[in-house]
């Protein structure tokens, strides 16, 4: 019965997620990062409650779900890199956002793959370049290392949250300790 329930809220959060026009496929944009002969592995992690509290305290953001989806990119075997997919409201509609992070351990950019809400508010690519070569173990902070967008701080806001969330899962889940 408990996988049951584990098996439709991983079901849920992930139609959730996609309820946002997607904007660019998670697999291309792996691959477009990547390498576009790289073999891209998906899988769902599921958070126990004490991974789940203690992700929250390190990326100081309120989660929203347990559940979250990462890529794997890989040649001839070898891990290139992760893309971690965090959903989250913008203002009143869902933004999914991939961090890609090197093998190493460095945000090697950002992708939004859907956005809800009205086009005028996506970041566009030269603030989005800001999330370029950061180590993961620099938790960014809007205005102090990010700055605002003006007329779109939400979306800003949302991105920055969501990047701290992705370093933390890399940082406790992935890296390689």
Known sequence: MKHILLLSLLIFSLTNSLSAEVLLSPIDAMKENYSQTATIRKKNILLSSAMFKK??????????????????????????????????KV??????????????GVLKGIEV??????HEYIPSKTWTSQFQNI???????????????TGATL?????????RIAFAIYNELLQEK
Request: charged share 25%; aromatic share 6%.
């Open 155 to 163: 979306s800003a806001r949302s991105i920055t949250d969501g990047s």
């Open 55 to 88: 992700i929250q305290s390190s990326a100081k953001v309120k989660l929203q779900t347990k559940i979250y989806r990462i890529y794997i990119a890989e040649k001839r075997g070898k891990i290139l890199g992760y893309g971690i997919l965090i959903n989250k």
């Open 135 to 149: 180590p993961t173990n620099k938790m960014l902070k809007l205005s102090r290392d990010i700055p605002t967008i």
């Open 113 to 118: 793959i859907a956005f809800n809400e009205p």
């Open 91 to 104: 203002r009143s509609k869902n933004a999914v956002v991939m961090y890609l992070i090197t093998k190493d």
